[in-house]
């Protein structure tokens, strides 16, 4: 819950003078009595243990450090975090930040332990439910989004080419294909994300660079209708490289009656073809954070009626509701009714995603001749992000009302023994209802691509990031070596 809500609360909540309680951590507040009673001032010591932050403020100074180019800084704030072996969040955002940092076989220990975590909670059931309907969605293990799981493998395959690993790299484009594959399975009419295109297409590149040739045909098949669902789902279409990269693959392995069929369906297909068997580089330019989630926070006060004119009154409900609110629409937090006294609080909190600010809009790859490419958006995490989330709201939803009527009940059962237990439920009720705002942080928002063929040996280029305009707001240069025979692949980060 936020601060100024809480103040609020506390201000009309009734707080015995001079009394001060502590506000989620961030300081104290000093409230006044308006209604008196101890059970407001129990609720309002219950509002004050709930406002515990959400994941994405705890940790903001990581961040922080991101954005302003300090990796390595940003790894050892994250690793003063109590280590959590059995969190695969945890595990998910300390093997991303070692990969950032330059620690890649670190970030590869912590990639392997947050995949053997996934697969355990995939083949185990859900355990505490029972805790959660009573608490909330914090108490459970966090199994991640399907999506974020999936970049395991992208993240931890350019580990492999980063310390000269092909063969590792190679057994990460396996186990992805392998993922999405059971994906696919699992998911069939429960999700519309069943197929990642983008990370089909990057296997399939790898494969091609090793000169497993049948599997980078069955991957850009994949990837060819991964994309049509891009279009569809996403606004993303497939970029024109693939096409050309699925129909010289087709070539390769002497599917030609298929090869014939895509080029009928692309006229110019050939030529475009013919220039793609001579790319030799591939560069990958992620940009922006991946939306994260916040809570709504919904605080309602409930009051003893005392008011003579309404207090026997039947059938003119809609009438009081309507003085109530017409009188203290401004602030339902200010009221300062003699006639009212308060009885007690229902509190819910929603998990909200949210965009995380992001000042990249286009992208460009500038060679030592002077050429600048454009690279094309080839996988947009933060609308991939939000569908998964929006699929879950209505389990999110069903979970938040069932929990909270339980609660209730239990409360008014309490409340039935001993007002001063109701009270003490009461608290109970409000101090555990946090929205789950789990989701893992630092991915990035989108995900560009351009291919180059470039002469063998080492070149230096330059990528631009530029914003709404073209503005030119980051410049990050890369450096690779270009084969005579296979591809390089490079990657560049800009959290701008």
């Given amino acids: 819950m936020r601060n100024a809500t809480k103040s609020r609360l506390a201000s009309t909540l009734a707080l015995p003078k001079n009394t001060k309680t502590r506000m989620g951590g961030r300081g104290f507040c000093r ?55 059995d969190d695969l969040l945890y595990l998910l955002e300390r093997g991303y930040l070692a990969h950032e940092a330059g620690q890649y076989d670190s970030s590869n220990i912590a990639f392997d332990a947050a ?6 909670l995939y083949t185990k059931s859900i355990s505490g439910e029972v805790a959660a309907l009573i608490t909330s969605d914090n108490v459970l293990p966090y199994r991640g989004y399907p999506h974020e799981l999936v970049m395991i493998h992208y993240y931890r ?56 040739h049948n599997d980078a045909a069955v991957a850009y098949r994949d990837a060819h209708r991964g994309y049509e669902t891009y279009a569809e789902l996403y606004g993303t279409a497939a970029p024109p490289s693939l096409i050309a990269d699925f129909h010289a693959a087709l070539l390769r392995v002497g599917a030609a009656d298929e090869a ?48 003579s004119k309404f207090r026997d009154c039947k059938g003119c409900e809609n009438d009081y509701a309507d003085v109530l609110v017409s009188r203290y629409h401004h602030n339902i937090y200010s009221w300062r009714r003699r006639d009212l006294s308060l009885d007690h609080v229902l509190h819910f909190s929603f998990p909200m995603m949210v965009d995380f600010p992001t000042e990249a809009y286009t992208v460009t790859v500038a060679c030592a001749t002077g ?11 933060d609308a991939i992000a939000k569908r998964s989330f929006d699929e879950r709201i209505p389990k999110i939803l069903v979970k938040t009302v069932a929990r909270a009527l339980i609660k209730e009940f239990a409360r008014v059962q309490a409340k039935k023994e001993d007002k001063a237990l109701g009270a ?23 995900i560009w691509m351009v291919q180059l063929e470039l002469p063998p040996g080492r070149h230096d280029l330059e990528v631009a990031v530029r914003g709404v305009g073209g503005t030119e707001i980051e410049r990050v240069p890369v450096t690779l070596d270009a084969p005579k025979n296979g591809i390089v692949f490079a990657r560049v980060r800009s959290f701008r």
């Fill in 371 to 381: 050429h600048a490419l454009a690279p094309v958006t080839v996988e947009p995490l």
């Fill in 31 to 85: 409230a006044y009595s308006t209604f008196g009673g101890n059970a407001a001032t129990i609720i309002v010591a219950a509002l004050a243990v709930s406002g515990c932050g959400t994941h994405s403020e705890s940790l903001t100074n990581v961040r922080e450090s991101l954005l302003a180019g300090r990796t390595e800084a940003a790894y050892r704030e994250f690793a003063k975090k109590k280590e959590k072996s």
């Fill in 115 to 120: 995949e053997l975590r996934a697969e355990e």
């Fill in 424 to 446: 003490l439920v009461n608290i109970f009720n409000v101090a555990t209802e946090r929205a789950d705002t789990r989701s893992c942080l630092f991915f990035p928002n989108t």
């Fill in 260 to 307: 014939g069929t895509l080029l009928e369906r692309y006229p110019s297909l050939q030529k475009e073809s013919d220039l793609r068997m001579h790319a030799n580089a591939v560069v990958f330019i992620e940009t922006g954070f991946t939306p994260y989630l916040d809570a709504v926070d919904i605080t309602i006060p409930v009051f003893e009626e005392t008011d």
């Fill in 157 to 212: 395959a350019f580990n492999y080419l980063m310390l000269g690993q092909r063969d590792g790299a190679l057994v990460e484009a396996r186990k992805a294909n392998q993922r999405l594959a059971v994906l696919q399975d699992a998911k069939e009419g429960k999700t519309t994300y069943q197929n990642d295109a983008f990370m089909q297409y990057f296997t399939a590149m790898l494969y091609e660079a090793e000169g497993e």
